[in-house]
């Protein structure tokens, strides 16, 4: 059953007195209460922009204050590296054969079992404020308030639990569900631990960045990544790609209007769906204040002048595209960092931040030029990995990296640990905790799996593949043309070497593989059930081709 959020606001969380009085956090002879937890995941953000990553680009001060109160993983992924489906297993604790949810043609079976419905079960109050991009309704959850469909950066509109009208807040959007999620929180009256889960839209595509962080990377002239100039010799499938920077929109992604880029738009010329592109973008614009499109055309007048005036090509045009598309994602990471910071400071304010647990990731990875590229969707490292930082001053130490393989898949299970509270056996991933005591797990996973569906469904033409991680190598299987690549990672730490079939790894390649059988049976997946649906599925589209042919 829903609650409203006046209900939901008195039935969570802690009352003023226990904020007020540090001791009442604990029952009984000194035994704490079980913890709270707030879960923060930003969407398409790399570890390459955050500073305690080891990032040149930017300073992210929060972000590395909760690695320096607490833990930093050094080797965290994901199981399918696109936003839907990372969701889903975040929330499921399976894999996206079993969760339902394989890319963004799905829809999220809400009636299956999740960690929030757990923790309800448990006695938690359960919270999601910001994007949910799953298209069914939250289930689980005492109260939601969540961005329609992708979300909006500039005056979203958020969909609210109870509520039959959507309402449209003014603002920037991570401050807005930051705004939302905090108002929550604070209004809590005495009740049951909390789990509260804050997703912000940033930094997706197509990066828009708050009015006061326009300007910020104005005078910084950004280094090209060492594969920046991919080939992509030995990988068809890399090659094939639709992501690579110079085939941006001049619209959409530059933040230019028709009058600037006239008939040529960096796609190779108009057609119908470059329209729909340019349309969204200009769309978009309306929905800006007067303020907001004042300073937005100020700054982006200085780009389409520059555009007009350079009139760059080529590998000149590839690099000036680059260094716009760097100002404007890192712009939108400042955002994050900085509400970030707000989230930390509530928590110092109410006395909360001994007992709560304070997690921060992404929903996958983003390349930011690494082989060309922007997206995200492949087994590559960039996008493999997710930023994963852990507070939790009661158990975890400070300043501990952790260099064991985790997933996403881990997340349901290491909550539903920390909160004493019962693991389904459908759930897929192990409980984190072990990792972020004092001491290591000798016993912890030495491979990951990882399996990724869209193509041809989506954007981007990256083909349906799967694959297997270890510490030293990784093996890729493009199991639609049966194409195989291994890599190096000691050797190939940028995976530009596709060793698959060189003499000298016969015996690596065999135990990898190996190894990918090993999972595969492991985590219950279908190799061949997929391939059959991709089959369906273009056999169904070439039906639709031909009764629209016949209409």
Same mark, same amino acid.
């Given at each position: ?37 707030? &879960? ?19 300073? $992210? ?7 320096? /109160? ?24 399976? %894999? ?5 949810? !394989? ?10 079992? $999740? ?47 109870? !509520? ?24 809590? /009256? ?9 997703? %912000? ?92 499109? !004042? ?115 881990? &997340? ?57 991680? $270890? ?65 369906? %599925? ?14």
């Amino acid at each position: 059953m829903g609650t409203t959020r006046r209900e939901f606001l008195k039935q969570a969380g802690l009352g003023t007195t226990a904020i007020a009085v540090p001791g009442l956090l604990t029952v009984g002879c000194g035994k704490r209460t079980r913890p709270n937890i707030i &879960f923060i995941m930003s969407d398409d953000h790399a570890e390459q922009a955050i500073s305690c990553y080891g990032s040149k680009l930017i300073k $992210t001060p929060a972000l590395d204050r909760i690695a320096n /109160e607490g833990v930093r993983f050094e080797n965290s992924f994901v199981t399918n590296s696109i936003c839907g489906p990372s969701r889903a297993t975040l929330l499921t604790g399976k %894999y996206s054969h079993l969760n339902g949810f !394989k890319d963004h043609r799905d829809r999220f079976d809400g009636s299956q079992v $999740t960690f929030p419905k757990v923790l309800q079960e448990a006695g938690y109050k359960t919270a999601i404020v910001g994007k949910w991009h799953l298209k069914s309704e939250p289930t689980g959850f005492d109260y939601w308030n969540i961005l329609k469909g992708q979300g909006q950066y500039y005056n979203p509109t958020l969909k609210e639990i109870d !509520k039959a009208e959507d309402t449209q807040h003014e603002g920037y959007s991570t401050d807005i569900v930051t705004d939302l999620a905090l108002g929550a929180l604070n209004d809590m /009256e005495q009740g049951n631990p909390f789990c509260m889960m804050v997703h %912000y839209k940033s930094p997706h595509r197509n990066w828009m960045p708050n009015t006061k962080y326009l300007d910020a990377f104005d005078d910084v002239e950004f280094p090209l990544p060492e594969s920046f100039d991919d080939d992509y010799t030995g990988r068809p499938a890399a090659e094939a790609a639709d992501m690579r920077i110079e085939d941006m929109w001049l619209s959409f992604d530059q933040k230019m209007v028709r009058p600037y880029y006239g008939e040529e738009t960096g796609r190779g010329g108009k057609d119908s769906w470059t329209e729909n592109v340019e349309d969204s973008y200009e769309k978009s614009l309306e929905r800006l204040t007067d303020s907001q499109r !004042k300073a937005w055309d100020a700054h982006y007048q200085k780009r389409m002048d520059e555009f007009k005036k350079l009139n760059p090509t080529g590998t000149e045009k590839k690099t000036w595209m680059y260094q716009n598309y760097l100002r404007d994602y890192l712009g939108c990471v400042l955002s994050v960092d900085e509400n970030v910071g707000r989230i930390l400071a509530f928590l110092d304010k109410k006395g909360l931040s001994d007992n709560t647990i304070l997690v921060y990731t992404s929903d996958q990875g983003m390349y930011l030029g690494e082989h060309g590229w922007y997206d995200k969707r492949f087994m590559y490292e960039e996008t493999l990995s997710m930023p994963l930082l852990m507070r939790y001053p009661m158990e975890m130490p400070s300043g501990k990296v952790v260099k064991e393989m985790v997933m996403n898949l881990d &997340f349901a299970s290491t909550f539903l640990d920390y909160a004493e509270a019962p693991i389904p056996k459908e759930m897929q991933g192990s409980s984190l905790r072990p990792l972020l005591r004092r001491w290591d797990d000798s016993n912890w996973r030495e491979s990951i799996y990882y399996h990724y569906y869209e193509n041809p469904r989506g954007w981007h033409s990256v083909r349906g593949h799967c694959g297997v991680r $270890t510490e030293k190598y990784k093996l890729l299987h493009f199991y639609l043309d049966d194409r195989w690549e291994l890599f190096d990672l000691e050797a190939d730490p940028n995976e530009m070497n596709n060793v698959y079939g060189d003499p000298n790894y016969v015996q690596v390649q065999a135990d990898m593989k190996k190894e990918l059988e090993r999972l595969i049976e492991h985590y219950g997946d279908d190799i061949e059930q997929a391939i059959q649906d991709h089959k369906d %599925y273009m056999a169904k589209q070439e039906a639709k081709k031909k009764t629209g042919a016949q209409d």
